[in-house]
């Protein structure tokens, strides 16, 4: 399988109270164990965008942390859409400042 194969890319946005409670910050912690790369961003509408990139198994797990991790946030729902290729390789995870 080559890395083309192996590598995911999701289009993340989570909805509810997700701004002002440090979700962005404490996100950069699990991504970097899961090997995550990609950007999250806080949207004018309220929500959290995140582009996450890893292995499937990563990425997945990484969607699950931002719904149950260890944040004050409180998620309403999320929509992930996986991206297929091509597509842009991260080389690291990154908080946008808006």
């Given at each position: 399988m080559s890395w083309r194969k192996a590598l995911s890319t999701q289009q993340v946005k989570a909805y509810g109270i997700v701004q002002g409670v440090g979700l962005a910050g404490a996100c950069r912690e699990p991504a970097s164990s899961l090997g995550i790369?990609?950007?999250?961003?806080?949207?004018?509408?309220?929500?959290?965008?995140a582009m996450l990139q890893g292995s499937k198994e990563a990425v997945d797990t990484m969607c699950e942390w931002i719904v149950h991790g260890d944040h004050d946030a409180l998620i309403q729902r999320i929509e992930v859409a996986d991206l297929t290729p091509p597509f842009v390789r991260f080389t690291r995870f990154t908080v946008v400042d808006a």
């Open positions: 790369t990609g950007w999250l961003l806080n949207r004018e509408d309220g929500s959290i965008e």
